[in-house]
Antibody, heavy 117, light 107 residues
């Protein structure tokens, strides 16, 4: 059964960093990429970036360039998303989604990141 | 960036109604369009890829059409489970972009 299981909710102060994990089950992790998508409270979906399973191709949304790092660990089948210099408007649910450079066919359950002093 | 515009933003309908949601791209994306359904408090779920290909397990009352810049998602007979927000997304180019969503509400 294909599943993406994300790490738990996080609270950070402005200026801090957060790292969210996404562990894959039920498929060959290295054969697929992973997109990261976020959703601010009451808002729509915002694509952040995409990374290949082997970590050799990465696409970042321009809005997040310089603040976002995506990585993968093929030995554990886990993808990571780190966002730095957090601001209050980074408060959102962050989703990982399996993505073979096309559409997102399986999604994690989401990780709420709250940025507040 | 390719802009995706969805309309309407909210739609009120009754069980059994035929519902159509439109998504327009700011430039041609061929058929590289996906539709997602998001229920309250849940992650998005892929319904349709390549504009008209129904994902396995998705009820046949859902259908997608279009190419180029104009696309539609149709629900032929709305069911209680279908009250949700629907998003289109282009995957013709990076950055991937989503429409702003269409909320289907109970009339």
């Amino acid at each position: 059964q294909i599943q993406l299981v994300q790490s738990g909710a996080e609270v950070r102060e402005p200026g801090a960093s957060v790292k969210v994990s996404c562990k894959a089950y039920g498929f060959d992790f290295a054969s697929f990429g992973m997109s990261w998508v976020r959703q601010a409270p009451g808002q729509g979906l915002e694509w952040m970036g995409w990374i290949s399973g082997y970590n050799d191709k990465i696409k970042y949304g321009q809005k997040f360039q310089g603040r976002l790092t995506m990585t993968t660990d093929t030995s554990t089948g886990t993808a990571y998303m780190e966002l730095r210099s957090l601001r209050s408007d980074d408060t959102a649910i962050y989703y990982c989604a399996r993505d073979r450079e096309l559409y997102c066919d399986y999604w994690g359950q989401g990780t709420l990141v709250t940025v507040s002093s | 960036d390719i802009q995706m515009t969805q309309f309407p933003s909210t739609l009120s309908a009754s069980v059994g109604d035929r519902v159509t949601i439109t998504c327009r791209a700011s430039q041609s994306i061929s058929s590289w369009l996906a539709w997602y359904q998001q229920r309250v408090g849940k992650a998005p779920k892929l319904l349709i890829n390549k504009a008209s290909r129904l994902e396995s397990g998705v009820p046949s009352r859902f259908s997608g059409s279009g190419s180029g810049t104009e696309f539609t998602l149709t629900i032929s007979s709305l069911q209680p489970d279908d009250f949700a927000t629907y998003y289109c997304q282009q995957y013709d180019d990076y950055p991937r972009t989503f429409g702003q969503g269409t909320k289907v509400e109970i009339k």
